[in-house]
């Protein structure tokens, strides 16, 4: 074999790796093809569906329709005048400080504090099944033993690491009911 | 070659010479040789002639077949996404008609493909498994539709999961072709206004009608058309009119609902309405638009009007000034108060009394040519300013007006103009004197039309004011919704008959304006043939009828319009108060 035939040869060789390869390029710029259309359709067929969705929707919350249900169900009436705030200033007027000589505002008694005061455990009162008045024991407060304490801990955790405004502020978790309100709302400071 | 040869050596005697170079006793057998070797080949030739040709033909099959053949139809995204027919939209882009992809039910005989019977099971089965998925049908009408053999639909709009349950059947005569159908989310609210679409006629009466070319063309069919109305502002007017209609025994109603500074439609109404998804080929009953197409007298509603005219004129100029309340005889017929107040009435007290005399008197000032004018500058002598296809021709007194033309039409009779006409002229009263015509599109601040004054200013600052006083004072005093400072007039006019106005029958009008301080909008209400009835108290004129639905209407569509309710706030009445209460 001299020397043109070899290169001959190895330019037969580099036509047919082209070829070969412009055919599997073909082949897979068609797949991409199909695929693109698939998803085409597949739009087309959601973008009916969201189409006839949408207007099942608005058929059956036609004007009419909530028209007949307030007028058997809800008796909503147009906002009065008094229902009405005239901008931000009135708004903000209504979180205004008690003034030094204002009324004490009123406070609505609450159930629980009622039953604290009675003597009987808020708290540590057990949950009961409303059929047969039972004593009814949660499968997680089975597990653990203090399922609250543990909850607040993590909580108390989570919000001091989840809280880039005041970290320092964040109070250290304590046991309790108390600790969780305190650290909900020092996170929605 | 070799038998060319052959035959040209005897001819040739030079190739005597060259015999002996190929012996000669040899040339037939080898011709024969050659022959049947030629022959052989041939065969050859033409069985791989025949082979390539059979090549050929599948290939152009196959090419055929890619091309043309059963391949999936490529609808691209955006093509597949241009409704058939463009969507009508509310002002706030609700859609209000739209095309809507629903499947039949056809039935087709001949799918099975053979002379055998179209259907696997027997009609009586097939009828009675579609009677399980469509309990409306009746089964024996089926059962004849199925056995008959004859194509045709057997239910126009079915439910996706009918759908699917008629698939399930097996039949393959049952077939269920994908349709699009115009299709109206709201049932019948705004009916009047969207018109309805007959296949292949296209769309009738209406936006339909009116936005047809744009509706249907393929490059315009894709961007949904905004209407002026409001959807919730149409809704809660129909709601509150149809009570009105039927708490008072009527036999139709019509309403509007109109924007004074641009002259945009925020809803229209007119009931009995029909349902433009059931209404096609054959029509529908209840097309008959009261509110654009019905002419009526409207009565009292035109006092302010005339008393507009008048102030601006310079006709009154001392609101103080008493004007005889007598009857008043013109010609061979006498102008009576329906009650009269007293001997003597000033303007103010005319219209919050609704004194027909006094008005007559100051139409009679005023006179007939500038009466005139000022009507005509108002559009009352030709039919509505409005898109909709049923607009009305008013009945419009020809000729130069005589003085009793002239004071009859000054309180509302005389001249039969549509319930839009009186809305527009309202509009140009109380928004500071600008006539503009009403239109049912969506319009940007830009496109708002210009319009024409009709009153002065001070004259629209005035009527402001007496409007709010006829509902304080006045006959109007039901419209008056707590806070939103609604002023209007009462209108009832009996219905003009043949031969003289029937008794028995009235029309009863309320033309209102809110909030009267910053006039907004203008909404007119007119109640046809009102009874009188518990809920009007056994009253039949406008105050106990048409009035009731202004009322309760404003207080629904003030806060979704962007008008809030304030105590606080009133029209300033205090220079014109002490002529009407005089506590």
Redesign the interface.
């Known amino acids: 074999m001299n020397r043109s035939q070899a290169r001959s040869l190895g330019w037969a060789a580099v036509l047919a790796i082209c070829l070969a390869a412009v055919v599997v390029l073909s082949f897979k710029v068609h797949a991409v093809r199909s695929e693109v ?1 698939l998803a ?1 359709r597949q ?2 067929a959601l ?2 569906e969201t ?2 969705l949408e ?1 099942e929707f ?2 059956r919350a ?3 329709q ?2 007949e249900w307030n007028a058997v169900e809800f008796g909503y009436q ?5 229902q ?1 705030l005239d901008g931000e200033r009135q708004l903000a007027s209504l979180g205004e400080r008690r003034g030094p000589d204002a009324p004490a505002p009123i406070r609505l008694a609450r159930a629980d504090a009622a039953e604290t005061a009675a003597g009987a455990p808020a708290a540590g009162a057990p949950m009961r099944s409303p059929v047969s008045g039972a004593a009814v024991t949660l499968a997680s407060a089975a597990a653990e033993k203090d399922a609250g304490a543990v909850f607040t801990q993590a909580f108390g955790d989570f919000l001091i690491e989840a809280s880039p405004i005041r970290p320092a502020r964040a109070e250290p978790p304590r046991v309790g009911k108390a600790a969780a309100t305190a650290a909900g709302q020092g996170s929605g400071e | 070659m070799n038998t060319l040869a052959a035959r040209a050596a005897p001819l040739s005697p030079a190739s005597h010479t060259a015999m002996p170079v190929i012996p000669a006793g040899r040339l037939p057998g080898m011709g024969l040789r050659a022959q049947m070797l030629w022959a052989a080949r041939f065969r050859v030739l033409w069985l791989l002639g025949g082979f390539v040709g059979i090549a050929l033909i599948a290939l152009l099959r196959i090419a055929s077949l890619g091309f043309a053949g059963q391949a ?1 139809e ?4 955006a093509e ?2 241009v409704p058939p027919r463009g969507e009508i939209t509310d002002r706030n882009g ?2 209000l008609a ?1 095309a ?2 629903a499947y039949a039910l056809w039935f087709d005989p001949k799918a099975m493909g053979d002379t055998g019977s179209p259907l696997v099971r027997s009609p009586q089965d097939v009828a009675r498994a579609l009677k399980a998925i469509f309990p409306d049908i009746d089964e024996g009408r089926m059962v004849r539709r199925l056995a008959s053999g004859k194509s045709g639909y057997l239910r126009r709009r079915l439910l ?1 999961e009918e759908a699917n349950r008629v698939f399930a059947l097996g039949e393959i005569a049952l077939e269920i072709p994908r349709e699009t159908d115009r ?1 109206y ?5 705004a009916a009047h206004v969207l018109g309805y679409v007959v296949e292949e006629k296209g769309g009738q009466i209406g936006m339909e009608q009116v936005l047809e070319d744009r509706l249907a063309h393929r490059d315009t069919r894709t961007q949904p058309v905004a209407l002026s109305v409001d ?2 502002v ?3 007017l ?2 509150e009119l149809r009570k009105g209609m039927l708490a008072t025994n009527a036999i139709g109603a019509a309403g509007i609902v109109l924007d004074v500074d641009t002259g945009e439609v925020m809803a229209l109404a007119s009931l009995p309405e029909f349902d433009p998804n059931t209404a096609g080929a054959a029509g529908a009953v209840n097309v008959f638009n009261r509110a654009t197409n019905g002419v009526y007298e409207l009565g009292s509603t035109f006092k302010p009007l005339s008393i507009a005219a008048a102030i601006d004129a310079g006709v009154v100029r001392d609101l103080g000034k008493a004007w005889d309340a007598t009857p008043v005889s013109v010609g061979r017929r006498t102008i009576k108060d329906l009650k009269p107040k007293g001997a003597s009435l000033n303007v103010p007290q005319a219209l919050v009394y609704s004194s027909n005399t006094v008005t007559a008197r100051v139409a009679d000032a005023l006179g007939a040519e500038r009466l005139r004018r000022t009507m005509i500058d108002l559009g009352m002598d030709r039919r509505p300013f409005i898109e909709l296809p049923a607009r009305g021709k008013p009945l419009w007194p020809q000729g130069e007006w005589s003085r009793v033309t002239n004071m009859t039409v000054s309180y509302g009779h005389g001249l039969a103009v549509t319930p839009l006409h009186l809305a527009s002229a309202y509009a140009a009263m109380v928004n500071g004197g600008i006539w503009r015509p009403a239109t049912l599109m969506k319009l940007a601040p830009a496109d708002v039309p210009r319009g024409r004054r009709v009153f002065k200013e001070s004259t629209s600052s005035r009527m402001r004011q007496m409007l709010r006083m006829i509902s304080l004072y006045g006959t109007g005093k039901q419209a008056d919704a ?2 939103y400072r609604v002023g209007g007039k009462t209108g009832s006019a009996e219905k003009a008959g043949v031969g003289g106005y029937n008794k028995t029958a009235l029309v009863s009008s309320f033309a209102a304006a809110f909030p009267l301080d910053a006039p907004r909008f203008v909404v007119v209400i007119v109640l046809d043939e009102p009874k009188g009835t518990v809920a009007s108290s056994f009253q039949r004129t406008a105050g106990y009828t048409a009035a009731p639905v202004v009322g309760k209407l404003v ?2 569509i ?2 979704m319009l962007g008008v ?4 606080a706030r009133d029209v300033d009445i205090s220079d014109l108060r002490y002529l009407v209460d005089r506590h």
């Open positions: 259309l085409e739009l087309i973008q009916r189409l006839l207007t608005q058929t036609s004007q009419r909530l028209a147009a906002p009065r005048a008094g009405f | 999936p490529r609808t691209s995204l597949a996404m609700a859609p739209r809507f992809p996706p299709y989310p709201q049932g019948t609210l959807v919730r149409q809704g809660a129909e709601d707590a806070g207080p629904r003030g806060p809030q309710p304030d105590d």
